[in-house]
């Protein structure tokens, strides 16, 4: 593991202790840095402010589990995975919602689900042909769609069962994305 991502760490871990209490917005370099112990900068020189910071932090943390999950098959273990993610931050993405941290946090559900749809578009059309901007415009939408339901449980306090939601999430796109590339196939 390199210095510079034990440095991003310690600071994406100080920022998420220091958000436990404090709204996002209220929280400074210097709050962050001080808790962790390093000058403001080598704060800047891993981040341009606060919400770069946030955003680092919710790229890193689930991501990186995210890419077995990119399959028709395991879409929806990727979906919980997002989900308890969630739940496991509460605090803090709730914070995040609440808070000019949001676009990073909407942006970060935006492209993981993108990721994740991108990869059950190649399996629905492996014996098809279906022309790539298609395909890339069913998982922005789709994507838009599910970063939907997750902002909306998010402002809701996640009070709704994550196994609700991911339910949910699954009727709605029940064949949808199939009958779609069918239709458009060339």
Known sequence: MSSSFITKNAL?????????HTPINKISVLMITDACSVTRHTFYNHFHDVYELLGWIFENEVIEELDECCSLSKWKDGLILVLQYTQNNRIICINTCNSLGREHLERFLHKTFTIVLEGVIEDIVLEMKVEDELKKEVAEFFSYAITG???TWINNGLKEDKENISDRIEKMLDGTILRILKVNSV
């Not at 994406?12 to 436990?20: G, N, P, R, Y």
């Open 149 to 151: 339901e997750f902002l």
């Open 12 to 20: 994406a871990q100080a920022l998420k202790s220091l958000m436990l």
